[in-house]
């Protein structure tokens, strides 16, 4: 049998491998009583696009698959950071034997050790404290490195004024769309719409003859997405595209996205921003939300050939100030 501490330093490098991901750096391993690993994982929230792809998530449930059964009672968890509370549910149904980690989580209401009173969670048992330095040297390197980075790399707004610049946005869009849609829209849908309003066309007569500004964003030389916004008769500010690449994703850019939009409104005499937004575009839907945006309607909209946009109507109302 090895010590608490080998494993710990086994979920320590799983951390350090999300970090390089740039995950927050989280790593948990499922170990059986006879010293075999049976499951291992590290955060994979931002890779996956999925709110439940925390470390321990992933090392239960492969220990799951590896051992054959969902009742790891002659097993423990080694994790870098306490348990939030969806990994205690999980912690609690796989019927571990113990949880060993090293860093705690302050002040997080859910956190493991605030449920152990419960009588359902009694029966675990809990070792604190393992390797909690090198745990949290990994949390401060990251989030010093994440803070660097916001404040050295701000977003650039650039108009798109020229025909070289249509031709950079259209092809942005033709490659940001075929990357997201494809699990909301069908491929035929998706070529439709990226031909009918986002080709070089498209973008030309909107900014000649409809009002529309493009921008193109940058951070450094680096091309991370684009926006579109129009003038509303009603003193609104449409905001009709908001995309931005994959990789770039995450990184608290549509906060400034947003804070440019405020700025413009102010500047401009508008009093609100509104946008529409697939139903299902759920992730958009969310940050749309987590800024203040109030959804104020829905609707269907024909934009022929047989296809419709089923979209939310959001709106958020810009200050005097």
């Not at 977003?155 to 033709?174: G, I, S, W, Y």
């Not at 022929?304 to 005097?320: I, K």
Request: overall charge neutral; charged content about 25%.
């Amino acid at each position: 049998m090895n010590s608490d501490e080998y494993y710990m330093g086994i979920a320590v490098g799983l951390a350090g491998e999300a970090m390089l991901r740039g995950e927050v750096p989280v790593g948990a391993l499922v170990v059986r009583q006879d010293g075999f690993i049976a499951g291992r994982g590290s955060n994979r929230r931002q890779q996956d696009r999925n709110a439940l792809a925390h470390a321990e998530i992933i090392a239960i449930d492969e220990a799951c698959r590896t051992l054959g059964g969902w009742r790891l009672t002659e097993c423990t968890l080694y994790v870098t950071l306490e348990p939030c509370l969806m990994c205690s549910g999980a912690i609690l149904n796989s019927c571990l034997k113990r949880v060993v980690f090293g860093m705690g989580d302050d002040g997080a209401a859910g956190s493991f050790t605030n449920l152990k009173s419960d009588k359902l969670l009694s029966r675990t048992e809990v070792t604190a404290g393992v390797m909690e330095h090198e745990c949290k040297l990994l949390f401060k390197e990251f989030f010093t490195k994440l803070r660097s980075e916001r404040k050295m790399c701000k977003l650039n707004f650039t108009e798109v004024m020229t025909d070289a610049q249509t031709e950079v946005t259209a092809a942005l869009a033709d490659e940001i769309w075929h990357e997201f849609f494809p699990s909301i829209l069908s491929a035929e849908q998706i070529d439709y719409m990226v031909e009918k309003f986002q080709s070089v066309r498209a973008m030309k007569e909107q900014i000649g003859s409809e009002g529309y500004k493009y921008f193109l964003l940058f951070r450094g030389r680096e091309r991370v997405g684009y926006i579109a916004v129009r003038p509303d008769k009603d003193g609104r500010l449409f905001l009709s595209k908001l995309y931005i690449k994959k990789e770039h994703r995450g990184k608290g850019y549509a906060a400034e996205v947003f804070g440019f939009l405020k700025k413009y409104c102010r500047g401009n005499g508008f009093d609100s921003v509104w946008l529409t937004v697939n139903k299902n575009n759920i992730s958009a839907v969310s940050v749309y939300e987590k800024r203040g945006f109030k959804k104020i309607g829905e609707g269907v909209t024909d934009i022929g050939n047989g296809f419709v946009m089923d979209d939310f109507y959001f709106q958020l109302d810009v200050d005097a100030k």
